[in-house]
């Protein structure tokens, strides 16, 4: 007898699992049920052993904290308490005073006297008589002072202040100058000036400023911020404010410098006419 291959049919292997139609579904992470099963499920009961296995060291642990900061506690109170007890200081004896030395303290005590003022003590309501009267001489009548702040109708019109102005030396000959009458041009005087702006005998106060690049940094040290005082002597039609006797421009400059600039202040008005 013969077979052929057709005869012959592969069947699953033993593990295999053939699902049908009525079969219930299966979740391996919950249990299966079947129909009609209303038993509950057991709750997990409480391990006491265990918790009370973990507790006990942790009473002992707490126990134990308290205990040692009870007693360093204690001990910083005994080590304190003998620091903050109070020594006993003997009392010091006064020395005796001796009684030249009493004497002179009552005598400090007492205020002295004040001097007896002869010509203060007579009563204040006394009258001078007729011939002390006609010997008095007549009061001479305050003479208003000059206001200290100057303005500019002090000085004609001209500024107070000018916060940057220029300044040269007085050439030679004096070419179209005017020297006010009294005053002397001396080329040596320090403080003589002639001036486009003020009138003769205005005081002014110079103060060199910064500018121009002829200064090397030794000379600006030496003249920024130099300031000195002139006397207008006169009058003059030059386009800087003032020009300076070579004395008074050398205190301010250098040789080789032209022309300056300079903060210009009024320090006292020319005088009364």
């Known amino acids: 007898m013969r077979f052929s291959r057709r005869s012959f049919r592969e069947l699953p292997g033993a593990t295999t699992r053939i699902r049908g139609a009525n079969d219930l579904p299966y979740n391996p992470r919950r249990p299966l049920r079947l129909p009609g099963d209303r038993r509950r499920r057991r709750r997990p009961q409480l391990n006491g052993g265990a918790l009370l296995r973990l507790l006990l060291p942790m009473l002992a642990l707490a126990g134990l904290g308290v205990g040692v900061f009870f007693g360093v506690d204690a001990l910083v109170d005994d080590e304190a308490a003998p620091a903050a007890a109070p020594t006993p200081s003997a009392p010091v004896a006064a020395a005796p005073q001796a009684p030249a030395t009493a004497a002179a303290a009552v005598e400090d005590s007492v205020p002295a006297a004040a001097p007896i003022d002869v010509e203060r003590s ?22 208003p002072d000059r206001p200290t702040i100057i303005t500019s109708a002090d000085l004609g019109g001209a500024p107070v202040v000018v916060e940057r102005g220029a300044a040269r030396p007085i050439p030679a000959g004096l070419p179209n100058r005017t020297v006010a009458p009294g005053l002397g041009y001396d080329p040596a005087d320090a403080t003589f000036a002639l001036s486009s702006v003020w009138a003769a005998g205005t005081t002014l106060e110079l103060t060199r400023l910064p500018g121009g690049p002829q200064l090397s940094e030794e000379d600006t040290a030496a003249l920024i911020g130099t300031a000195t005082r002139v006397v ?3 009058a003059g039609a030059f386009r800087t404010e003032l020009e300076l006797s070579p004395a008074a421009f050398q205190l301010l400059a250098r040789e080789h410098e032209e022309i300056i600039a300079l903060r210009i202040e009024v320090v006292e008005a020319p005088p009364l006419p």
């Open 232 to 234: 207008v002597g006169g």
């Open 122 to 143: 007579a009563p204040a309501d006394v009258a001078p008589t007729a011939s002390e009267a006609e010997a008095a001489p007549d009061p001479v009548p305050a003479q």
